[in-house]
Protein backbone atom coordinates (compact mmCIF):
# COMPACT_ATOMS: atom_id res chain seq x y z
CA UNK A 1 0.00 0.00 0.00
CA UNK A 2 1.22 3.59 -0.58
CA UNK A 3 0.67 6.99 1.05
CA UNK A 4 1.71 10.39 0.17
CA UNK A 5 2.90 12.71 2.85
CA UNK A 6 4.78 15.95 2.32
CA UNK A 7 6.81 15.99 5.64
CA UNK A 8 7.18 12.34 7.42
CA UNK A 9 9.01 11.67 10.99
CA UNK A 10 10.14 8.52 11.95
CA UNK A 11 10.12 8.55 15.40
CA UNK A 12 8.44 9.43 18.28
CA UNK A 13 10.13 10.29 21.08
CA UNK A 14 10.69 13.78 22.34
CA UNK A 15 12.52 14.98 19.33
CA UNK A 16 10.16 13.12 17.08
CA UNK A 17 7.27 14.89 18.64
CA UNK A 18 8.42 18.10 18.84
CA UNK A 19 9.46 18.46 15.33
CA UNK A 20 6.34 17.35 13.70
CA UNK A 21 4.72 19.94 16.06
CA UNK A 22 6.96 22.43 15.28
CA UNK A 23 6.88 21.68 11.64
CA UNK A 24 2.92 22.26 11.61
CA UNK A 25 3.42 25.70 12.76
CA UNK A 26 5.53 26.79 10.26
CA UNK A 27 4.01 24.74 7.36
CA UNK A 28 -0.28 24.76 8.53
CA UNK A 29 -0.56 23.58 4.36
CA UNK A 30 1.63 20.25 4.54
CA UNK A 31 0.12 17.23 5.62
CA UNK A 32 2.42 15.17 8.03
CA UNK A 33 2.88 11.82 9.42
CA UNK A 34 4.66 10.48 12.58
CA UNK A 35 5.80 6.68 12.33
CA UNK A 36 6.18 5.12 15.54
CA UNK A 37 7.42 1.68 16.11
CA UNK A 38 5.86 1.27 19.70
CA UNK A 39 2.74 1.57 20.87
CA UNK A 40 3.27 3.27 24.17
CA UNK A 41 6.42 5.11 24.59
CA UNK A 42 7.81 6.47 28.27
CA UNK A 43 8.98 9.98 28.88
CA UNK A 44 12.87 9.12 29.25
CA UNK A 45 14.06 11.16 31.83
CA UNK A 46 11.40 9.76 33.71
CA UNK A 47 12.06 6.13 33.80
CA UNK A 48 13.68 5.77 37.13
CA UNK A 49 11.03 7.44 38.48
CA UNK A 50 8.63 4.70 37.61
CA UNK A 51 10.04 2.37 40.07
CA UNK A 52 9.26 4.25 43.05
CA UNK A 53 7.92 7.67 43.43
CA UNK A 54 5.24 7.69 40.94
CA UNK A 55 1.87 5.84 41.84
CA UNK A 56 2.06 3.66 38.92
CA UNK A 57 4.27 3.18 36.03
CA UNK A 58 1.64 4.61 33.44
CA UNK A 59 2.06 8.01 34.54
CA UNK A 60 5.25 8.52 32.86
CA UNK A 61 3.52 7.48 29.63
CA UNK A 62 4.65 10.18 26.55
CA UNK A 63 1.36 10.74 25.30
CA UNK A 64 0.27 11.48 21.76
CA UNK A 65 -1.78 14.46 21.92
CA UNK A 66 0.14 17.60 20.51
CA UNK A 67 0.03 15.40 17.59
CA UNK A 68 -3.59 14.47 17.83
CA UNK A 69 -4.59 18.06 18.69
CA UNK A 70 -2.37 19.30 15.38
CA UNK A 71 -4.08 17.77 12.80
CA UNK A 72 -0.47 15.23 12.76
CA UNK A 73 -1.01 11.54 11.13
CA UNK A 74 0.07 8.68 13.57
CA UNK A 75 1.06 5.37 12.07
CA UNK A 76 2.29 2.51 14.31
CA UNK A 77 4.46 0.59 12.25
CA UNK A 78 8.53 -0.36 11.85
CA UNK A 79 10.92 1.58 8.67
CA UNK A 80 12.95 -0.91 7.37
CA UNK A 81 14.26 0.82 4.37
CA UNK A 82 14.62 4.59 2.64
CA UNK A 83 14.76 4.77 -0.53
CA UNK A 84 16.14 7.94 -1.54
CA UNK A 85 15.78 8.46 -5.32
CA UNK A 86 12.27 7.40 -5.11
CA UNK A 87 12.12 9.33 -1.95
CA UNK A 88 9.97 6.62 -0.09
CA UNK A 89 10.11 4.63 2.91
CA UNK A 90 9.31 0.84 3.62
CA UNK A 91 7.92 -0.81 6.63
CA UNK A 92 7.51 -4.36 7.77
CA UNK A 93 4.10 -3.89 7.60
CA UNK A 94 4.64 -3.58 3.92
CA UNK A 95 3.57 -0.24 3.83
CA UNK A 96 5.14 2.55 1.38
CA UNK A 97 5.22 6.18 2.23
CA UNK A 98 6.38 9.22 -0.21
CA UNK A 99 7.44 12.08 1.19
CA UNK A 100 9.04 15.65 0.73
CA UNK A 101 11.13 15.75 3.71
CA UNK A 102 11.82 13.27 5.97
CA UNK A 103 12.95 13.38 9.63
CA UNK A 104 15.38 10.72 11.25
CA UNK A 105 14.15 10.74 15.26
CA UNK A 106 14.96 7.17 15.53
CA UNK A 107 16.99 7.33 19.00
CA UNK A 108 19.30 5.08 20.78
CA UNK A 109 19.36 1.57 22.15
CA UNK A 110 20.56 0.84 25.83
CA UNK A 111 24.17 -0.44 25.49
CA UNK A 112 25.29 -4.08 26.18
CA UNK A 113 28.72 -4.01 27.73
CA UNK A 114 31.06 -6.89 26.72
CA UNK A 115 30.39 -8.65 30.06
CA UNK A 116 30.74 -12.36 30.35
CA UNK A 117 26.81 -13.82 30.93
CA UNK A 118 25.69 -10.49 30.43
CA UNK A 119 22.52 -12.68 28.84
CA UNK A 120 21.25 -13.82 31.59
CA UNK A 121 18.01 -13.51 32.87
CA UNK A 122 17.99 -10.60 35.75
CA UNK A 123 20.22 -8.59 33.51
CA UNK A 124 18.15 -5.17 32.21
CA UNK A 125 18.51 -2.94 29.91
CA UNK A 126 16.73 0.28 29.61
CA UNK A 127 14.62 0.32 26.71
CA UNK A 128 11.94 3.09 26.36
CA UNK A 129 8.58 0.83 26.08
CA UNK A 130 6.23 1.07 28.46
CA UNK A 131 5.33 -2.97 28.82
CA UNK A 132 8.56 -3.96 28.81
CA UNK A 133 9.41 -1.63 31.64
CA UNK A 134 6.26 -2.78 33.51
CA UNK A 135 7.52 -5.70 33.36
CA UNK A 136 11.26 -4.61 34.13
CA UNK A 137 9.69 -3.10 37.24
CA UNK A 138 7.47 -5.59 38.56
CA UNK A 139 10.54 -8.41 38.57
CA UNK A 140 12.94 -5.94 40.34
CA UNK A 141 10.71 -5.56 42.67
CA UNK A 142 11.10 -8.92 43.84
CA UNK A 143 14.79 -8.91 44.29
CA UNK A 144 16.31 -8.70 47.44
CA UNK A 145 20.09 -7.41 45.59
CA UNK A 146 20.74 -5.07 42.47
CA UNK A 147 23.30 -3.95 41.43
CA UNK A 148 23.50 -1.01 38.88
CA UNK A 149 26.01 -0.91 36.34
CA UNK A 150 26.86 2.72 35.64
CA UNK A 151 27.89 5.93 37.63
CA UNK A 152 26.66 8.22 35.21
CA UNK A 153 22.66 10.35 35.24
CA UNK A 154 21.18 7.14 34.44
CA UNK A 155 22.98 4.81 36.77
CA UNK A 156 22.67 7.55 39.86
CA UNK A 157 19.10 8.16 39.78
CA UNK A 158 18.61 4.44 39.21
CA UNK A 159 20.44 4.31 42.61
CA UNK A 160 18.75 7.04 44.19
CA UNK A 161 14.90 5.54 43.33
CA UNK A 162 15.79 1.37 43.66
CA UNK A 163 17.00 2.60 47.22
CA UNK A 164 13.59 3.64 48.50
CA UNK A 165 12.08 0.08 47.35
CA UNK A 166 11.66 -1.53 50.91
CA UNK A 167 13.83 -4.79 50.97
CA UNK A 168 16.37 -4.24 48.38
CA UNK A 169 20.04 -3.54 48.72
CA UNK A 170 21.15 -1.89 46.15
CA UNK A 171 24.98 -1.88 44.66
CA UNK A 172 26.20 1.44 42.20
CA UNK A 173 29.51 0.37 40.01
CA UNK A 174 31.48 2.75 38.36
CA UNK A 175 34.93 1.72 36.24
CA UNK A 176 36.17 5.64 36.51
CA UNK A 177 37.16 7.28 39.92
CA UNK A 178 34.50 8.99 40.65
CA UNK A 179 30.42 9.06 40.31
CA UNK A 180 29.03 11.80 37.13
CA UNK A 181 32.73 12.09 36.45
CA UNK A 182 32.22 13.15 32.55
CA UNK A 183 29.84 16.12 33.95
CA UNK A 184 31.08 17.25 36.99
CA UNK A 185 34.46 18.40 38.73
CA UNK A 186 34.96 15.92 41.82
CA UNK A 187 33.99 18.36 44.71
CA UNK A 188 30.40 18.21 43.25
CA UNK A 189 30.75 14.37 42.06
CA UNK A 190 31.57 13.63 46.14
CA UNK A 191 28.38 15.37 47.30
CA UNK A 192 26.55 12.91 45.03
CA UNK A 193 28.47 9.79 46.51
CA UNK A 194 27.73 11.17 50.10
CA UNK A 195 24.08 11.42 49.49
CA UNK A 196 23.53 8.26 47.81
CA UNK A 197 25.65 6.31 50.69
CA UNK A 198 23.62 7.95 53.36
CA UNK A 199 20.70 6.79 51.38
CA UNK A 200 22.23 2.89 52.15
CA UNK A 201 23.89 2.68 48.58
CA UNK A 202 27.11 0.59 47.98
CA UNK A 203 29.66 2.17 45.84
CA UNK A 204 32.16 0.42 44.31
CA UNK A 205 34.37 3.52 41.73
CA UNK A 206 37.86 1.87 39.88
CA UNK A 207 35.32 -1.01 39.55
CA UNK A 208 34.28 -3.08 36.59
CA UNK A 209 32.01 -6.15 36.37
CA UNK A 210 33.98 -8.95 35.49
CA UNK A 211 31.58 -11.83 35.47
CA UNK A 212 28.01 -12.46 35.42
CA UNK A 213 27.60 -15.51 36.94
CA UNK A 214 24.64 -18.45 37.63
CA UNK A 215 22.77 -20.82 35.41
CA UNK A 216 19.91 -19.34 33.17
CA UNK A 217 19.49 -16.38 36.01
CA UNK A 218 21.95 -14.28 37.58
CA UNK A 219 22.83 -15.75 41.18
CA UNK A 220 26.08 -13.68 41.82
CA UNK A 221 28.36 -11.06 39.82
CA UNK A 222 32.34 -11.02 40.45
CA UNK A 223 34.24 -7.56 40.16
CA UNK A 224 37.82 -6.49 38.44
CA UNK A 225 39.24 -6.66 42.43
CA UNK A 226 38.02 -10.38 42.38
CA UNK A 227 35.30 -9.63 44.92
CA UNK A 228 32.04 -11.27 44.45
CA UNK A 229 28.54 -10.70 45.60
CA UNK A 230 25.34 -11.92 45.46
CA UNK A 231 22.83 -10.49 42.97
CA UNK A 232 19.52 -11.14 41.88
CA UNK A 233 18.70 -8.37 39.16
CA UNK A 234 21.07 -5.81 37.31
CA UNK A 235 19.94 -2.94 35.87
CA UNK A 236 22.25 -1.49 32.77
CA UNK A 237 22.85 2.46 33.16
CA UNK A 238 25.81 2.96 31.13
CA UNK A 239 23.88 5.25 28.23
CA UNK A 240 22.94 4.36 24.81
CA UNK A 241 24.74 4.15 20.83
CA UNK A 242 22.78 6.16 18.48
CA UNK A 243 20.27 4.22 15.98
CA UNK A 244 21.76 4.72 12.66
CA UNK A 245 21.64 1.23 11.05
CA UNK A 246 18.27 2.53 8.67
CA UNK A 247 20.25 5.68 8.22
CA UNK A 248 23.58 3.43 6.91
CA UNK A 249 21.72 1.38 4.79
CA UNK A 250 20.20 4.34 2.79
CA UNK A 251 23.55 5.67 2.29
CA UNK A 252 23.84 8.73 4.89
CA UNK A 253 27.27 9.61 6.48
CA UNK A 254 27.98 9.09 10.31
CA UNK A 255 30.04 11.32 12.66
CA UNK A 256 32.70 10.37 15.06
CA UNK A 257 30.63 8.75 17.64
CA UNK A 258 28.69 7.10 14.97
CA UNK A 259 25.64 9.64 15.34
CA UNK A 260 23.96 10.57 12.20
CA UNK A 261 26.24 14.09 10.70
CA UNK A 262 24.22 16.72 9.71
CA UNK A 263 24.72 20.66 8.96
CA UNK A 264 23.53 23.11 11.56
CA UNK A 265 20.12 22.95 10.38
CA UNK A 266 19.53 19.64 11.12
CA UNK A 267 19.84 18.44 7.35
CA UNK A 268 22.21 15.52 6.48
CA UNK A 269 25.41 15.34 5.23
CA UNK A 270 24.24 14.03 1.51
CA UNK A 271 21.23 14.60 1.15
CA UNK A 272 19.10 17.78 1.96
CA UNK A 273 15.83 16.59 2.51
CA UNK A 274 16.48 14.08 5.17
CA UNK A 275 17.24 15.48 8.55
CA UNK A 276 18.54 13.94 11.68
CA UNK A 277 17.49 15.11 15.11
CA UNK A 278 17.69 13.68 18.45
CA UNK A 279 19.69 10.59 19.95
CA UNK A 280 20.46 9.33 16.34
CA UNK A 281 22.28 12.65 15.75
CA UNK A 282 25.88 13.63 15.56
CA UNK A 283 26.79 16.07 18.99
CA UNK A 284 29.39 19.16 18.88
CA UNK A 285 30.29 20.33 21.47
CA UNK A 286 29.71 24.00 21.85
CA UNK A 287 33.01 25.42 22.48
CA UNK A 288 35.43 23.21 20.59
CA UNK A 289 33.32 21.81 17.67
CA UNK A 290 34.44 18.38 18.65
CA UNK A 291 31.85 15.33 18.34
CA UNK A 292 30.60 14.58 21.89
CA UNK A 293 28.87 11.36 23.21
CA UNK A 294 25.78 13.45 24.58
CA UNK A 295 22.25 12.45 24.17
CA UNK A 296 19.74 14.41 26.14
CA UNK A 297 15.91 15.54 25.80
CA UNK A 298 16.56 18.98 25.58
CA UNK A 299 19.27 18.77 23.60
CA UNK A 300 16.87 16.97 21.45
CA UNK A 301 13.82 19.01 21.77
CA UNK A 302 15.80 22.21 20.92
CA UNK A 303 17.73 20.16 17.20
CA UNK A 304 13.96 19.26 16.50
CA UNK A 305 12.55 23.14 16.97
CA UNK A 306 15.08 24.12 14.53
CA UNK A 307 14.69 21.15 12.15
CA UNK A 308 10.99 21.36 12.32
CA UNK A 309 11.56 25.16 11.59
CA UNK A 310 13.99 24.80 8.50
CA UNK A 311 12.37 21.90 6.64
CA UNK A 312 11.70 24.00 3.49
CA UNK A 313 13.22 26.80 3.92
CA UNK A 314 15.75 28.87 6.13
CA UNK A 315 12.91 30.72 7.53
CA UNK A 316 14.40 31.57 10.72
CA UNK A 317 18.04 31.93 11.48
CA UNK A 318 18.53 29.24 14.40
CA UNK A 319 21.14 26.71 13.49
CA UNK A 320 22.33 24.53 15.92
CA UNK A 321 25.68 26.17 17.67
CA UNK A 322 26.63 22.78 19.05
CA UNK A 323 25.57 21.34 22.48
CA UNK A 324 26.67 23.03 25.56
CA UNK A 325 25.46 19.56 27.41
CA UNK A 326 23.92 21.31 29.86
CA UNK A 327 22.36 18.58 33.05
CA UNK A 328 20.17 18.56 36.16
CA UNK A 329 19.67 15.81 38.44
CA UNK A 330 17.96 14.82 41.97
CA UNK A 331 19.16 12.53 44.40
CA UNK A 332 17.53 12.65 47.89
CA UNK A 333 16.69 16.51 48.06
CA UNK A 334 20.35 16.80 46.34
CA UNK A 335 20.11 18.80 42.92
CA UNK A 336 22.91 19.02 40.90
CA UNK A 337 23.60 20.81 37.89
CA UNK A 338 26.45 20.80 35.14
CA UNK A 339 26.79 23.08 31.46
CA UNK A 340 29.45 23.65 29.26
CA UNK A 341 32.71 22.49 30.08
CA UNK A 342 33.74 21.11 33.91
CA UNK A 343 37.19 22.69 34.73
CA UNK A 344 38.82 19.05 34.03
CA UNK A 345 37.76 19.48 30.39
CA UNK A 346 38.83 22.99 30.09
CA UNK A 347 42.38 22.21 30.88
CA UNK A 348 42.74 18.94 29.28
CA UNK A 349 41.07 20.95 25.95
CA UNK A 350 44.01 23.20 26.47
CA UNK A 351 41.96 26.64 27.36
CA UNK A 352 43.23 29.59 29.92
CA UNK A 353 40.88 29.65 32.68
CA UNK A 354 40.40 31.44 35.64
CA UNK A 355 37.56 29.12 38.38
CA UNK A 356 35.50 31.15 40.95
CA UNK A 357 33.94 29.03 43.62
CA UNK A 358 31.58 30.19 46.31
CA UNK A 359 29.02 28.75 49.08
CA UNK A 360 26.13 29.84 49.05
CA UNK A 361 22.13 29.25 51.21
CA UNK A 362 19.21 28.96 48.33
CA UNK A 363 16.70 30.70 50.69
CA UNK A 364 17.09 34.04 52.50
CA UNK A 365 17.40 35.07 55.45
CA UNK A 366 19.23 31.55 56.44
CA UNK A 367 17.17 30.48 58.99
CA UNK A 368 14.04 29.99 56.57
CA UNK A 369 12.53 26.49 56.87
CA UNK A 370 14.25 23.99 54.37
CA UNK A 371 16.86 26.15 53.66
CA UNK A 372 20.06 24.66 51.76
CA UNK A 373 23.77 25.31 52.14
CA UNK A 374 24.81 25.00 48.22
CA UNK A 375 28.15 25.69 46.24
CA UNK A 376 28.41 27.33 42.64
CA UNK A 377 31.68 27.03 40.69
CA UNK A 378 31.89 28.97 37.34
CA UNK A 379 34.81 28.43 34.49
CA UNK A 380 35.95 31.63 32.82
CA UNK A 381 38.48 32.64 29.93
CA UNK A 382 41.06 34.13 31.23
CA UNK A 383 41.78 36.32 28.56
CA UNK A 384 38.44 37.50 27.55
CA UNK A 385 36.65 36.69 30.43
CA UNK A 386 34.12 34.61 28.51
CA UNK A 387 32.15 32.12 30.97
CA UNK A 388 32.63 28.60 29.16
CA UNK A 389 31.04 26.57 32.01
CA UNK A 390 29.69 26.20 35.32
CA UNK A 391 28.32 23.61 38.30
CA UNK A 392 25.82 23.91 41.01
CA UNK A 393 24.23 22.08 43.97
CA UNK A 394 22.21 22.47 46.41
CA UNK A 395 18.23 22.61 46.95
CA UNK A 396 15.65 23.17 43.95
CA UNK A 397 17.08 26.40 43.28
CA UNK A 398 19.90 24.59 41.03
CA UNK A 399 17.22 24.46 38.68
CA UNK A 400 16.55 27.96 37.83
CA UNK A 401 20.49 28.57 38.31
CA UNK A 402 22.00 26.15 35.56
CA UNK A 403 19.38 27.31 33.40
CA UNK A 404 20.68 31.47 33.97
CA UNK A 405 24.32 29.24 33.51
CA UNK A 406 23.32 27.50 30.18
CA UNK A 407 22.06 31.25 28.37
CA UNK A 408 24.99 32.60 29.32
CA UNK A 409 27.00 30.08 27.78
CA UNK A 410 24.65 30.15 24.45
CA UNK A 411 25.24 33.64 24.65
CA UNK A 412 28.84 33.84 25.47
CA UNK A 413 28.23 36.58 28.29
CA UNK A 414 31.51 38.00 30.23
CA UNK A 415 31.91 37.91 34.10
CA UNK A 416 31.06 41.69 33.81
CA UNK A 417 27.75 41.08 32.66
CA UNK A 418 27.09 38.13 34.86
CA UNK A 419 28.09 40.39 37.49
CA UNK A 420 25.44 42.94 36.79
CA UNK A 421 22.82 40.35 35.78
CA UNK A 422 19.12 41.60 37.18
CA UNK A 423 17.03 38.72 38.57
CA UNK A 424 13.80 38.58 40.33
CA UNK A 425 14.16 36.98 43.91
CA UNK A 426 12.05 35.95 46.61
CA UNK A 427 12.85 34.35 50.13
CA UNK A 428 11.38 31.20 49.65
CA UNK A 429 12.56 30.44 46.06
CA UNK A 430 16.25 31.90 45.87
CA UNK A 431 19.53 33.07 47.11
CA UNK A 432 19.48 37.02 49.09
CA UNK A 433 19.70 39.28 45.74
CA UNK A 434 22.80 41.03 47.79
CA UNK A 435 24.31 37.18 47.95
CA UNK A 436 23.16 36.00 44.81
CA UNK A 437 25.62 32.99 44.09
CA UNK A 438 25.91 33.69 40.30
CA UNK A 439 26.71 37.18 40.69
CA UNK A 440 29.23 36.47 43.56
CA UNK A 441 30.70 33.99 41.24
CA UNK A 442 31.36 36.45 38.76
CA UNK A 443 32.54 39.26 41.03
CA UNK A 444 35.29 37.25 42.23
CA UNK A 445 36.54 35.54 39.59
CA UNK A 446 37.25 39.31 37.97
CA UNK A 447 40.15 40.15 39.57
CA UNK A 448 41.66 37.13 38.58
CA UNK A 449 41.35 38.10 34.79
Do not use: W
Request: charge should be positive; proline fraction near 4%.
Amino acid sequence: MGKKTDILVIGAGPAGVVCAVTARKYYPSKSITVIKDIADGVIPCGIPYMFASLNKPEENKLGMAPLENNNIEIVIDSVVSINRGKKTVETSGKNNFSYEKLVLAIGSTPLILPIKGINKQGVYPINKDMEYLKSVISQIKQCKNVLVIGGGFIGVEFADELSKLTGINVTLVEMLPQLLANSFDPEFSNLAELRLKERGVHILTNTRVEEIIGKSKVEKVRFSSGEEIPVDGVILGVGSKPNVKLAVDAGLELGFYKGILTDEYMRTSVDPDIFAIGDCSCKRDFYTRKSIPVMLASTATAEARIAGANLYQIKVIRENKGTIAIYSTYIDRLVLGSAGLTEKTAREEGFEIVVSSIDGIDKHPVSLPGACKGKIKLIFSKQSGIILGGQVSCGMSCAQMINIIGIAIQKRMSCTELETLQIATHPYLTSAPTMYPIILAAQDVYGKI
